[in-house]
C-alpha cells in the first residue's frame, strides 16, 4: 500500500478511537459524581480527600478507597457503598 494511500486509514482510525474515549468520559465522570453525591448525602463535605478516595474507587482500588473515605468523617457503612458506586 502506498503511503498516502495509509494516511486516510490511520486519520479514519484515529478519529473512532478518540471518539470511543470522548463517549466514556461521561460515564467515569458520572461514577465520581455518584460516589462523591453518596458522601455528600450522609453529611459529609466533599473534600479533595473525597474526591481523590473517590477516584481511588474509580479505578478499581476498593480497599485504598474504604480506607480513604473515613478520613473526612465518612462512616464506614457509606464509605463502602460509595466506593462499590464509583467503578459502575
Known amino acids: ?12 482510525g484515529l478519529a473512532l478511537a478518540l471518539g470511543g474515549v470522548v463517549i466514556a468520559a461521561p460515564a467515569a465522570h458520572a461514577d465520581l459524581v455518584a460516589c462523591q453525591d453518596l458522601v455528600q448525602l450522609q453529611g459529609t463535605e466533599v473534600t479533595d480527600a473525597v ?7 474509580l479505578t478499581g482500588d476498593q480497599d485504598g478507597c474504604a480506607n480513604g473515605l473515613p478520613r473526612p468523617g465518612v462512616e ?3 464509605a463502602a457503598e460509595a466506593c462499590r458506586q464509583a467503578p459502575q
Open 76 to 78: 464506614g457503612a457509606i
Open 51 to 57: 474526591r481523590i478516595a473517590c477516584y481511588v474507587g
Open 1 to 12: 500500500m502506498r503511503r498516502p494511500a495509509r494516511i486516510p486509514g490511520v486519520l479514519a
